[in-house]
């Protein structure tokens, strides 16, 4: 009954590999966003999306490609991953613009 | 882009202690959000709160929208309040589809 599912929760993988991370929520919400929380637990916008579309892309290196088959789910595939992509990447949604977030559990991605 | 303060980057209360948090922000807002992230790394939303007051339990939120900072305040805190404690705003004048965080206030409450 997870309101935000992020799979996987922990992800450690070699530099220059493509890793994807899934993301889904059963809310209805109408909007999806990536977080990048560094290891300082700084939060910045990576992407947001409204009915499957890209709204914000916030120079964000074009390695990160997010994807959106409907507005329930959101994905985010990172291609020639490198030593400073290691961060928590946390998928939320809201309802309506504007409103209320809810934040998924995060992944924790690892570059090694 | 829009700046946002909070104060104090750190807290250490004893069990039972009352703490108020502040956020600062340098323009208009049309979206201001606290959150909690557990030692777990979990971030739970504690109030949508753009303008005026709001209570949940030993939690409440004032923002003075006008004069552009939040407050939240914790009651009585409980060893389960520790985390870093979020806030983070929507500018009037920027879009409605981003929110900008705040560096976040440590708690640390003891037994």
């Known amino acids: 009954d997870t309101a935000v599912s992020q799979t996987p929760k922990y992800l450690v993988t070699q530099m220059g590999n493509d890793k994807s991370i899934k993301c889904e929520q059963n809310?209805?919400?109408?909007?999806m966003y990536w977080y990048k929380q560094d290891s300082k637990k700084f939060l910045k916008i990576m992407f947001s999306?409204?009915?499957?579309?890209?709204?914000i892309n916030e120079t964000v290196p074009n390695r990160f490609s997010p994807k959106s088959p409907d507005k329930a789910h959101l994905n985010l595939h990172i291609n020639s991953l490198e030593l400073g992509d290691s961060a928590v990447y946390f998928c939320?949604?809201?309802?309506?613009?504007?409103?209320?977030?809810?934040f998924g559990s995060g992944t924790r991605l690892t570059v090694v | 882009g829009i700046q946002v303060e909070q104060s104090p980057p750190d807290l250490i209360l004893q069990e039972g202690a009352n703490s108020t948090l502040r956020c600062n922000f340098s323009?208009?807002?049309?979206?201001l959000q606290w959150f909690h992230q557990n030692p777990w790394g979990q971030l739970i939303n504690l109030f949508y709160?753009?303008?005026g007051t709001k209570q949940n339990g030993r939690l409440s939120a004032t923002t003075v929208a006008t004069e552009r900072y939040s407050l939240l305040y914790i009651s009585s805190s409980q060893t389960t309040d520790s985390g870093v404690y979020f806030c983070?705003?929507?500018?009037?004048?920027?879009?409605?589809?981003?929110?900008?965080f705040g560096k976040g206030t440590l708690l640390t409450v003891n037994p």
């Open positions: 323009d208009s807002v049309n979206n």
């Open positions: 983070a705003v929507g500018s009037s004048g920027g879009s409605n589809y981003k929110l900008t």
């Open positions: 999306y409204n009915n499957k579309e890209l709204i």
């Open positions: 939320a949604s809201s309802q309506v613009q504007g409103d209320g977030y809810t």
């Open positions: 709160i753009p303008s």
């Open positions: 809310l209805g919400h109408d909007t």
